[in-house]
């Protein structure tokens, strides 16, 4: 029996929401996990709780546990025929996340070994200018300036990132009179700049990186454009300008040129497939990356994919609360040459398995933030797998 004894408990994140742990007893040790919350959210993902946390907790307590006791990943997709609707999206993916690690501990491999036995580095994206819902003031309306180090060696891609994070705040001090050195729920530079303001100081950094250290950074955006988006105008709501939905197009793809952006996330919001394949079409060269327009579920990608929406998915497991069906996303999508990217939530824990999920699915990118200690302990994470796998 692989399961000695489960026990749940509730768990603040970084953001102070109540969310869940869940620890395994095995006969090699006890392993733990916890599932994180965000704050854009799509509005197709899956309940984080049924009820409430409580419930979760109560309902993982009373477990039998030779329903655990699973042989081969796979086999969670037993436990979770067994749980679907009685516990939550985040208390299934901390239960499968638990007795993952169990199973590896049992197997003596590392988390990502039960996915593959080969080891492909990431690409790293890291939110260091904030605004949208992960900032106080709510501005600028795009939620994330991300870099990206153009380079797979992760090691060297945290500690450019970490450049970027203080050339960015250098930069932001000189150039925005109300700047204060404060920091947003992903720990990512807040600013009273506008969009177009903070991508030309993400152009100053990426300058600056390159004239100091010979490295190159690409920049991306998630503008989650749902988070700015009124219904029932069908109109973008800017701070001194609502745009249509063609106007929203045209905005964001002449940013995309003008800064020659690498990575466009939910650039439109979150029902509008056709408005993402237009975009697609218009910026050939750019990942046009589905986030909360596809919320990690195989129904909408499968959607996506029709109307040739994207060519980017996040993957996020508790979106859909199914460490299965998020493998049969990031499948989907390679057999489709979208690219992957798995990413923190805004409201993050202390769990690193999401590096290793990303390392075992293969993902083609990371997005974990790059400050903080929720965000650095993956980081920390990714340098470890790729040390061990001898690169
Ligand atoms: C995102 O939108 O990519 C994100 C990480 O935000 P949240 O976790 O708040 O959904
Ligand atoms: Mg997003």
Redesign the pocket.
Known sequence: MLVRSVYAKKLKNSRGEETIEVIVKTEKGVVNASA???????IH?ANAFVENVEHDVRIINALDVRVLDIKHRLDIIYVEKKLRGKIGANSMLALQLALLKALAKKQGCELWQLFTRRFKPVRMLG?VIGG???SSARKPEF??FLFSPRTRHMGKAVLINKKVYSIARSLLKKYDPRFKGKKN??NAWETTLNNEQVLEIANLVREKVKERYGENVDIGI?I?ASTFYDKRSKKYVYENVKLRKQEQINFVARLAKKFSLLYL??PLHEEDFDGFAILRKKLKKILVVG??LTVTNTERLKKAIKKKAISGI?V?PN?IGSLIASEEVVELAKRHGIAVIV?????ETLETGIADLAIGWHADFV?FGVAGKEREVKLKRLIEIEKKAGV
Do not use: C, T, V, Y
């Open positions: 994180p919350f965000g704050k854009s959210r799509g993902e939110n949208g819902m992960h939620q994330e729920d992903e998630d989650a996330e939910d986030d909360d996040i996020k979106q990413s923190h939530r805004s409201g997005k």
